[in-house]
Each structure stands twice: as C-alpha cells, then as structure tokens.
C-alpha cells in the first residue's frame, strides 16, 4: 500500500504542499509565497493570478517530492485547501478568465445597489445561506457584470481555488460545500447551489457547476497534471475543502458540540453544530462544515495577528535584535515579560477588533485605553498584554453569541495556529473563557485536515473522525485560574461598554473604523 498522502495548501499569503504518512506525522513541506495585487484602475481589488500561482503551487508540489525523495508512486492520494472567499471564472472551454482572492473590496457599489434594490434581501438571504454581502461573492461577480460585461457574458462556472487546484489536477471542475457555501449562493440545507438566490440578485443562473461531497473522489492525475507536478498519473485527487472546515478536522472537530479556535491574522472561532439554522439575527456566519451532516457556527475576530505583528515591529526592536543574537523569536522575549504582569494589566483595555455582527459589520478606530503616565506598570509589556487579554476577550465574546444562537457552548476549546505556539496566550485564553484550552502537537492544522480527507477518501481511514483520531495528538492542556477568571469577568463587561462608546465615536466620524463592510 502506498505510504503517503498530499496536502495542496493555497493560503492568502503563500501556497505549500505538505507530505503526511497515514498517522499523521509531517514528512516534508515546500512552500512560495504570493501575492495578489491591486489593478490600479480598481482600489481595493486583489487579482488572483492563476498562471504564475499555478507555477508556484505545481513547483511546491514537484518540490516536496524531491526533498523528501518519496516516490511519487507511494503517494496514496492527494487533496486540496485553501483561503475561503476567493473566486475564479471560466469560460465554456474551461479556460480561467477572472479570478479576485478573499478579502477583494472593489464591490461596494454594488453591495450600495443591492442594499437600495431591496433592504430586506441580505436578512432573507443569510437565513438561506448562511453568508452576508461582507465576505460573499455576489457583489464580485456583479461588479463583474457591471464593470467588465464582455467577460461575464464569458463566463461559464464560478469555482472556489481549492477546486481550481482539483481542476488544475485532473481536469475535473466541480465545487464541494463547505467553501462553496461562503459564496452565499448555496442553500445551507440541501448543500448545493440555490440558483433562486442568483436570480434574485441580478445574476445569471448557469454559472454553476457540479457538486461534489468533501471526501469524495474526484479524479485522478492526469497526464498533464502529473507532468506539471511530478506526480503519479493515476493518483487519486479527493474532494477538499475551506482552510477553517478542514483545520478543524486537522484538530479533531468532527463532531457536532465541538469548537477550534484558531489564532493567525485573523482568529476563528469554530463551532460545530448538527444543524444548519442561522442566527436569527444575523449576527454569525454558519458554514457548511467539511464533514458531512455537520455545520459549524463561525465568529471571526479582525487582525489579532497583524496587531500584534505591528506592535513587535514598531514598539519591539530591542527585543528583535536580542532575539537574532541568541536565536530566540522575539515574541518568546516579550511573553516572558508580560507574564510578570496581572491578570487585567492593571485595568488597561485595548480595542481593535469588536464580537461578530455579521450583518452590520464594524471595528471602531483602534485605541489602548485606561492606562496611567506610571512607567513601572504601564510600559510596552503591559501594552502587548492588554493585547493578548483583549483576543480572548474577543473569543469570550463569540462563545457567548453563538451560544445565543444554538443555545450550546463546547465544554472545552481546542486551540491551533500560530498564536496555540505562545503558552501565555494559551493560559489567558483559558483564563478569560474559564474553559479548557487543549493545544495540538501539528500547530497549522489545515494541510492535515486535507492529508486526512485524502486518506479517507481511498478508504485507509474508515471516517473522517477516525481518521482524525488516528492522526491528532495534543501537547498539553491549560486549566483556567480561577482568580483570574474572576478578574476577566468583569474587565469583560467594561470592555464590551468602551468598544460600544468606540463605535460612537466612528459613527460620529470623529475616529476611522479600522474596518467596515462593504455598503455599510
């Protein structure tokens, strides 16, 4: 039997193809950066260059191979993730004819007109599909028709990149659920396209491709594909899905009742459920999860990763260069000394990211409130602390609202990304939500997500969840303290009172929103 299954990772920042043996151990990983650049006649746009990426994603692919100097015969299968959101079109040929990536922002005028066609209609949608006009693809694909119509004439099929990986593969195009749903274009319920939804939008209604179930074969290397990549033709493709679905399944959450957090640029909460009824008031996403029968409830927090990235940047030197001569991320160097300080940092707040409001979506201009001139408490480690304390506050926040939403909350949360690395975040993040923080040994979860979705696809994992049994181990878990759980209560009820004064603020136009969706 063949040894070894593939993951093909498009993130937002970069592209990798990861080797996994069937327990779930890391064998080799190639990875290329990318970048997606604005068209300068459209602010806000990000294209999505399918050549030069495919270059990149099928040399990562032929790259790992040759580190690692596995034969690509004893590749069982291979499977494919990627960034959410991001969309491409094709041509009846099958040709690629436009593609944006996720956090694309040119359509707020068409977001504006669909707004003032119809008020209603982003309530009635969600309550179909889950999605608001935010994150969405149907204001892309109508400044698509309203801003380049001899290319929407053109188009065929609208796919989401983890397919296009598919595609690229073996010359299959289909679409599987648990990205396809963030288009808002299906039906949460029935798990494939609502072409009623197109058609009330002002869009056309056979652009739609086939529909394939997460870990269903696809197809298999074609000889052009393997000629491109190094692989086997004939090595079976399978059915992937959206980087938060399958890094849950990369953590363990299969199940319905379980929830991941994962901390990066952006922080999600995921919550798995067994229903696919949305929130009626619209306040969280709800995603068709990569395991069949199951959805999840998802509350993302604004740029955790990039706030704290700045901060080390402008406010960290010392820290960097002592890092570099010793060997040692300077995170690490300020963890060490944030953890000096109390829970509450003395009663300083930090602001950036607000608790989901899926469809009234705004951040307030971002502060650090509450401190006083005394250098010895308030120095730039209580800054990064207040940091920290202000994600979880966030995550506590977003238990509360989906927990109002299903009536349910995990008995324990499993914490993967970047940001599971740093054990003071970890121990804060319990503190604040007063659970459990579980932490996985394989820290960026998605690539074996897909590793397991592959393997259960050609039948070496019975399911999905036994697959993630065999293949997830966890390092170490993290108790809440209950005196600090006492502090964070109430700094938690404080702080959801300021973020709101903040708001006021921005709708008074005094401070910037750090962030406001389209149309608002």
């Not at 595609?167 to 990205?179: D, F, H, I, M, W």
């Amino acid at each position: 039997m063949s040894k070894y299954l593939m993951a093909i990772d498009a993130g937002t920042g970069s592209v990798r193809a990861v080797l996994f043996d069937l327990d779930g151990n890391q064998i080799g990983c190639v990875q290329e950066e990318w970048t997606h650049k604005e068209d300068p006649r459209f602010p806000g746009s990000m294209d999505f260059d399918w050549e030069y990426n495919w270059k990149l994603a099928s040399g990562c692919v032929r790259g790992v191979l040759e580190q690692t100097g596995i034969a690509p015969s004893d590749v069982a299968a291979v499977s494919t993730t990627c960034m959410r959101e991001g969309i491409l079109l094709y041509d009846k040929e099958g040709k690629e004819i436009w593609a944006c990536a996720n956090v694309d922002a040119r359509s707020n005028d068409e977001v504006a007109q669909l707004i003032q066609s119809d008020p209603e209609l982003e309530k009635e949608l969600y309550a179909q599909s889950g999605q608001s006009y935010a994150l969405n693809a149907i204001p892309r694909i109508l400044w698509v028709k309203n801003k380049m119509p001899e290319i929407y004439e053109k188009t065929a099929a609208v796919g989401m990149f983890n397919d296009w990986l598919i595609y690229k593969l073996t010359g299959v195009l289909a679409v599987e659920p648990s990205n396809g749903s963030t288009t808002g274009l299906m039906d949460l319920q029935s798990r494939t396209w609502d072409p009623s939804i197109a058609r009330r939008c002002g869009l056309r209604e056979d652009i739609f491709p086939a529909v394939l179930e997460c870990g269903q074969i696809a197809g298999k290397v074609s000889a052009q594909g393997a000629a491109q990549t190094g692989l086997a033709e004939g090595t079976p493709v399978v059915v992937g899905g959206g980087d938060c679905q399958l890094g849950t399944i990369g953590v363990g959450a299969c199940d319905p009742g379980q929830a991941a957090v994962f901390g990066g640029s952006f922080w999600q909460y995921e919550f798995n459920t067994d229903s696919g009824k949305t929130d009626p008031q619209g306040r969280v996403r709800v995603n068709c999860h990569a395991v069949p029968g199951v959805w999840q409830y998802e509350a993302l927090a604004f740029k955790p990763g990039l706030v704290m990235r700045w901060f080390r940047d402008g406010f960290c030197q010392l820290e960097k260069q002592q890092g570099a001569a010793e060997g040692v991320d300077p995170y690490d160097l300020m963890n060490r000394e944030a953890e000096k300080i109390p829970a509450g940092s003395y009663g300083m707040l930090c602001c950036f990211s607000d608790v989901m409001n899926f469809i009234n979506w705004k951040h307030a201009s971002p502060t650090f409130t509450n401190f006083e001139l005394e250098p010895e408490k308030f120095n730039r480690y209580t800054f990064y602390r207040a940091i920290l304390e202000n994600t979880a506050l966030i995550v506590k926040g977003h238990i509360a609202l989906v927990k109002e939403a299903t009536g349910n909350e995990p008995e324990e949360l499993i914490f993967a990304g970047g940001a599971s690395k740093s054990p003071l975040w970890c121990q804060i993040l319990a503190d604040v939500t007063g659970k459990n923080v579980r932490t996985p040994v394989v820290k960026e979860a998605t690539a074996l997500g897909a590793a397991i979705l592959a393997g259960y696809g050609v039948g070496i994992y019975p399911s999905i969840a036994e697959g993630a049994q065999r293949t997830v181990r966890f390092d170490h878990t993290y108790v809440p303290n209950p005196d600090n759980y006492a502090v964070y209560e109430d700094m938690y009820q404080v702080w959801r009172q300021v973020y709101a004064a903040q708001l006021e603020l921005c709708d008074r136009k005094l401070t910037k929103n750090m962030w406001i969706a389209p149309g608002l």
